[in-house]
C-alpha cells in the first residue's frame, strides 16, 4: 500500500511562487503524478515524474527524489485561475493510483 | 473537456430508491475506474475495470454495484444508500500496458454529486 501526504491549504499573492509538497510511503512504487482540479470539476493531469529529477512545463515544474519518497510541485508566476485544489499521487508497478488528500491553493490579489 | 462525460452530474436520492450513475469515455481505453470524494478526504478507489472484467473491488459495501457492458461504458447501481454515502462520484479511464500494467495517465470525468437524505 500507499500513503501519501501533502499539505491541507496554501495562501499565496498574484505573481508570486507556490510550492507544494508531497511525500509517500510505498510498496512497490513507480511513479508520481501531479493533477489540479478546480471546484466542481473533474481533475486533470498535470504531471508525471518516474525519475529523480525536475520536469518543467511553463509555469509549473515537478521534482522527485525516489531515495527520500519526496516530490514537490512549483507553481511560478501565480494567477487566479490557479486557485484550485493539487492531488498528488503515486502509482505502483501495476498502474495502481494512490492519491492524497489534495492541497487547496488559495491565489490572493 | 477531458474525453469521459458522467450522467448525472447532480442527484439527490432517498435512502430507499435506487438509482445508477452513468460514465462513458471516448479515448478509446481500455481501463475504468470508479473514485469516491469526500470532502477533505483522498480520493478512494472503489472499482476497476480493466477489458470489461472487475479487477478490483476495494471492499466497497454492496449496496454499491458496478456494471461494464463495454469497453466505453461504465455504470454505477445505487440501492439502499446512508446518508455518509454523500460525496462526488468521479469515473476515470487509461490506457493498460501490456500485461495489466498501466503507466498512463487517468482521465477523469466530472463527477456525479450525490446527496443522500
Known amino acids: 500500500g500507499q500513503n501519501i501526504d501533502q499539505p491541507t491549504e496554501m495562501t499565496a499573492t498574484e505573481g508570486a511562487i507556490v510550492q507544494i509538497n508531497c511525500t509517500y510511503q510505498t510498496s512497490g512504487f513507480n511513479g508520481l503524478f501531479w493533477y489540479q482540479q478546480h471546484a466542481g470539476e473533474a481533475p486533470t493531469f498535470l504531471s508525471y515524474n518516474v525519475l529523480d529529477g525536475l520536469e518543467e512545463k511553463g509555469r509549473f515544474s515537478s521534482f522527485l527524489s525516489r531515495s527520500k519518497g519526496y516530490s514537490y510541485l512549483l507553481l511560478k508566476e501565480l494567477q487566479m485561475k490557479d486557485s484550485a485544489s493539487y492531488l498528488c499521487a503515486g502509482t505502483d508497478s501495476w498502474g495502481k493510483f494512490q492519491f492524497g488528500a489534495g492541497t487547496q491553493v488559495v491565489v490572493t490579489p | ?117
Not at chain 2, 40 to 54: A, C, D, H, I, T
Not at chain 2, 71 to 76: D, E, K, P, R, T
Open chain 2, 1 to 117: 473537456e477531458t474525453g469521459v462525460t458522467q450522467t448525472p452530474r447532480h442527484l439527490v436520492m432517498g435512502m430507499t430508491n435506487k438509482k445508477s450513475l452513468k460514465c462513458e469515455q471516448h479515448l478509446g481505453h481500455n481501463a475504468m475506474y470508479w473514485y469516491k470524494q469526500s470532502a477533505k478526504k483522498p480520493l478512494e478507489l472503489m472499482f476497476v475495470y480493466s477489458l470489461e472484467e472487475r479487477v478490483e473491488n476495494n471492499s466497497v459495501p454492496s449496496r454499491f454495484s458496478p456494471e461494464c457492458p463495454n469497453s466505453s461504458h461504465l455504470f454505477l447501481h445505487l440501492h439502499t444508500l446512508q446518508p455518509e454515502d454523500s460525496a462526488l462520484y468521479l469515473c476515470a479511464s487509461s490506457q493498460q500496458g501490456a500485461s495489466g500494467r498501466a503507466y498512463n495517465e487517468q482521465f477523469f470525468g466530472p463527477g456525479t454529486r450525490l446527496t443522500v437524505l
